[in-house]
């Protein structure tokens, strides 16, 4: 025999964070970073994207910029020149 007793849990909402997922390298090929933010916990949907942010990542060893462009989705890319 067995019993099943359903339990309500009542979890407050949470603060909502930027996420930010990322691995960025030095080779010449295109670079990802996805930015969404957090969903409650129990929400079973996908997290939702940050649309309309301005990426930019600096390399501190030589002070260069590498700008990201939107994908309209949360992913923002930098896709380099053949002379990057």
Avoid: H, W
């Avoid at 700008?67 to 053949?82: E, K, R, S």
């Amino acid at each position: 025999m067995s019993c099943e007793d359903v339990i309500q849990i009542d979890l407050k909402k949470g603060e909502t964070l930027l996420v930010v997922d990322a691995f960025v390298n030095n080779l010449p090929q295109t670079q990802t970073v996805r930015l969404t933010f957090t969903a409650d916990y129990f929400s079973n949907t996908n997290t939702p994207p940050v649309l309309g942010a301005a990426v930019t990542l600096l390399d501190i060893t030589n002070s260069k910029t590498f700008t990201f462009t939107p994908d309209g989705n949360g992913n923002y890319q930098y896709i380099p020149l053949v002379n990057d």
